[in-house]
């Protein structure tokens, strides 16, 4: 198509260094307007920093559950904000139980480990089902189907769960040793999201304990590697993907609680939806399959999330910023796609693998 | 009683007859080696023993037992072994990581011992015991994976080409660690195209050609004949 410096350059990579320029000339003409008209303070910032490392780590969570199914299987499980709903829902009325009767507020530290434990094995059930059912039969089946499969699934848990308990929303108690902020740095930061943020912390870090240095951990990622193989090696692959399932399960389980603790609203069938979007948009960010890709593509995502609105689109004159968090979140999947299809830490996929 | 009893397999993929009747004996002890050209069968035999593909007539049996009831995973807990192959390390798994999957199906406590003595019979594997294994050299990749099966303990070790794309010399300390393994205790069943080799190490052989066995003897004779001296010693 042409030289340019000695080098053959296409009309496509052309457009997509052209797009590339544009985008960052954009967003540093909105940071540099925002921050020369002064009207955010430090502690401004720092508070969207830990607003956006909270929802990041929930995010960072379910995105894990995409991430390691993609990484055995190569396949998004699409149903998986589904997993998140069913325990995060499921949940809901043992925590209004245990607010009623005073244990949450009595004992808030078992009460919330126990609120955990049960939204992480209701969250494994359904993933557990869902593989039996839904993906097993489907293992050897071209790759459309067991996608569509997966959009049916989601559908068919969302609609069982509004037929149990149909449209109306619900919502987490308050914990009311979660109320209130905590001085670090001289700034003030809501207790909740510390919580939020050191108990996905610690989750992340046994996960990738397991898969690093366990025997099992250590099969999973040989299997998802070369599944023929590691049969040979004496590997059971449908155990390990079920195991996989399950971990992908009791993490969005958790998640699931963790939202209710950081955000107590919006408890209802569809609740979901936008939390699996955006966790399948950090898990393609980080490197769809990379375990720590998904963690940090969690955690950068609900950052750009917090601190998008007011950094960026403000400084570009957009009215009503701060009801565009959405808006931000898909415009990054829609460029990462462009940019960067293989995210941050993934790797360009070998044909063998595809 | 043969320890390996593979008798009249039929093999399909898709609908090409791969494997037209195959039957062939290991006896325990021995080394027994199957050549042929490309696209012979070899391969094809291999994992129809091993269970990866399922043979529509015939059986596969292991010191008497039919193995069609067994998945491929559970054949290592019966003495199988197998470098499949292309060796088929785990590129992204560190060289150890590699040998402790080897290592499987195994729950005593001796397997960190097996490992030193993986590294005694190939210290290149211990120099880069830490490093992925995507980032050996074919004939590294190639100890690797023979160090891999071996980790199992088996009674049967089934080779895939363990030649393939590697330098002569290699080649030659390959063969050399087959050998030894076998001296140790391992059956061996060796799939190869470099003919030449395989005879010189093998107890017996047989010869597949457009799936199906046309000649077997021991290695010796097989050296000797006429005709495979043509096709596959490269002799006129």
């Known amino acids: 198509m042409g030289r340019f410096f000695g080098r053959r350059i296409n009309f496509g990579d052309l457009v997509v260094q052209l797009l590339q320029v544009v985008v960052l000339v954009i967003v540093v003409v909105a940071l540099y307007n925002t921050i020369t008209t002064g009207r955010y303070t430090s502690r401004h910032w720092v508070s969207l920093i830990f607003a956006g490392l909270a929802q990041g780590s929930i995010y960072a969570l379910i995105a894990l559950g995409y991430t390691m199914v993609y990484g055995i299987l190569r396949m998004i499980n699409f149903a998986h904000g589904e997993v998140y709903m069913a325990g995060a829902f499921s949940t809901v009325f043992l925590a209004q139980h245990f607010a009623s009767n005073g244990f949450l507020n009595a004992q808030p530290v078992l009460a919330i480990t126990v609120l955990i434990l049960f939204a992480a094995l209701v969250s494994m059930a359904v993933a557990f089902l869902l593989e039996r059912i839904a993906y097993r039969p489907l293992r050897n089946a071209p790759r459309l189907i067991p996608l569509i499969t997966a959009i049916g699934a989601s559908f068919t848990l969302q609609y069982t769960f509004r037929g149990f308990y149909g449209t109306q929303f619900r919502s987490y108690p308050e914990v009311t040793a979660l109320r209130g902020t905590v001085s670090l740095f001289g700034y003030s930061i809501p207790i909740v999201q510390l919580v939020v943020l050191a108990a996905a912390v610690v989750l992340m870090f046994v996960l990738y304990w397991y898969v690093e240095r366990t025997k099992a951990g250590k099969a999973m990622r040989a299997v998802s590697e070369d599944k023929a193989v590691a049969r040979l090696m004496g590997i059971d692959i449908d155990k390990v993907i079920v195991t996989t399932f399950l971990i992908g399960g009791a993490l969005a389980g958790a998640a699931g609680v963790f939202n209710g603790l950081y955000r107590p609203q919006g408890v209802y069938y569809f609740m979901g939806f936008f939390p699996g979007v955006k966790a399948f948009t950090a898990a393609v960010l980080g490197g769809i399959g990379n375990i720590p890709g998904a963690m940090v593509g969690g955690l950068v995502l609900g950052m750009l999330e917090s601190l998008g609105p007011n950094a960026i689109l403000e400084g570009l004159g957009i009215p009503g910023a701060n009801q565009l968090k959405d808006v931000i979140a898909f415009t990054f999947l829609v460029l990462i796609l462009i940019f960067r299809p293989q995210g941050i830490f993934g790797e360009r996929l070998r044909e063998k693998k595809v | ?236």
Request: hydrophobic share 40%; aromatic share 4%; charged share 25%.
């Open chain 2, 1 to 236: 009683m043969a320890m390996l009893e593979v008798k009249d397999i039929h093999t399909y993929y898709d609908n090409i007859h791969a494997l037209k009747g195959v039957s062939l004996e290991v006896n325990e002890g021995e080394i027994v080696t199957l050549i042929g050209a490309n696209g012979a069968g070899k391969t094809t035999t291999l994992r129809t023993i091993s269970g990866l593909i399922r043979p529509t007539a015939g059986q596969v049996k292991l010191n008497g037992e039919d193995l069609a009831d067994y998945e491929t995973h559970e054949l290592v807990y019966k003495g199988i072994s197998m470098v499949p192959e292309g060796r088929g390390v785990f590129a992204q798994l560190t060289v150890e990581e590699n040998l402790e999957m080897g290592a499987y199906s195994r729950n005593d406590n001796r397997v960190r011992d097996d490992i030193e003595n993986i590294y005694t019979l190939f210290p290149r594997l211990q120099e880069r015991r830490r490093q992925v294994a995507g980032t050996l050299s074919g004939g590294e990749q190639q100890m690797l994976a023979t160090g891999r099966a071996m980790m199992a303990r088996p009674k049967l070790l089934l080779l895939d080409e363990p030649s393939m794309g590697l330098a002569p010399i290699l080649v030659e300390g390959i063969f050399d660690t087959i050998q030894n393994i076998n001296k140790e205790g391992t059956t061996v069943l060796l799939v190869e195209q470099n003919a030449l080799m395989a005879l010189s190490i093998a107890d017996r052989g047989y010869v597949l050609q457009t799936g199906e066995i046309v000649l077997s003897d021991t290695a010796k004779k097989l050296s000797n004949n006429k005709m495979v001296q043509k096709a596959y010693l490269g002799v006129d």
